[in-house]
């Protein structure tokens, strides 16, 4: 698995959880990252550790990803490095309702009216700051400022804004409505089916079996992969850059080399790989 041969296991646990053990975050949350176009009108804005994405369009743009309130300023930075304006984002969308993802949603809402759109499942612990949340409800740390909800968004729902279109697929376990985005960025003549995986992780704590609070968190994690598995990817992206070597990818880009990107094989292997931590942590829960 390409991940693991570049970051030492904890160090990837603590990339991949959102939880009181990293509560505190990693260090490379809070590192500045070049932003980058990815293919298209596709870019990446986020921090070394949070990965945001700006897809542009005539009518306006649309951000991926808020990530922590203190990623916002960032990520604004990052676009106005690319040329567009931050005022221009008019839709918000999140990977997934935990806070390294979505703390900033409140203050990015501020700065730009931007319509939040957040899938059903994700809704209510989206609304109260992360209260409601199976895990980590009960942490301080794990909460955020509430933001509301402009358009609550269902499974295989279209995000559309000035030609670009967003599909939200629901794939839960990590969270309730955990979202993997998908897109067609277009580059010249080619086209490239984007995924933006929102997280396969059953993190460190998670309970798949008998858990009052999410009684079918075994059965969502499941019908994930099977969803994951039927996306057609060639470009692999996620809600860390860490999912899919972002840094290692990052490294090879040239101004007329190919698509670094491009990554069907890694995105089918490191699938795999989170079905197969999926499948031990079940077997040891039983
Ligand atoms: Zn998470």
Redesign the pocket.
């Known amino acids: 698995m390409p991940i693991v041969s570049r970051v030492t296991l904890p160090a990837l646990v603590m990339l ?4 009181p053990v990293s509560a505190q975050g990693n260090s490379s949350w809070s590192q500045p990252f070049m932003p980058h176009r990815v293919a298209g009108n596709l870019y990446y804005v986020g921090t070394r550790g949070l990965a945001s994405y700006l897809i542009t369009t005539p009518e306006g743009h649309i951000l991926i990803n808020s990530s922590l309130e203190s990623s916002v300023p960032m990520i604004r930075a990052s676009v106005e490095k690319l040329g567009f304006k931050f005022s221009d984002v008019k839709i918000l969308l999140v ?4 806070w ?2 979505n703390a900033g949603s409140a203050l990015v809402k501020e700065l730009t009216g931007a319509k939040y759109m957040v899938m059903e499942q994700d809704v209510a612990v989206t609304e109260d700051g992360g209260k409601s949340d199976f895990q980590y409800g009960s942490e301080p740390s794990s909460r955020y400022k509430p933001a509301k909800v402009d358009r609550v968004l269902h499974d295989g729902d279209e995000v559309k804004l000035g030609g670009a279109v967003l599909k939200a697929h629901l794939t839960p376990g ?2 309730k409505g ?1 979202t993997t985005w998908t897109m067609t960025a277009r580059e010249g003549a080619k086209a490239y089916d984007v995924v933006i995986v929102g ?1 396969p ?1 059953v ?1 460190e704590g998670y309970r798949l079996v008998n858990n009052d609070k999410y009684p079918g968190i075994a059965a969502d994690f499941a019908k994930t992969f099977q969803v994951l598995k039927s996306l057609h990817c060639d470009i692999f992206l996620g ?1 860390h850059g860490d999912y899919y070597g972002m840094d290692a990818k990052v490294a090879k880009m040239k101004p007329d080399g190919p698509n670094v990107f491009v990554d069907p094989d890694g995105y089918r292997a490191w699938v795999a790989d989170r079905e197969q931590a999926y499948l031990r942590a079940l077997k040891n829960a039983k």
């Not at 991949?16 to 939880?19: F, I």
């Not at 990977?95 to 935990?98: T, V």
């Open positions: 991949a959880c959102a939880g990977s997934h309702a935990h390294d993802h990590h969270t955990c997280s992780n993190n809600a």
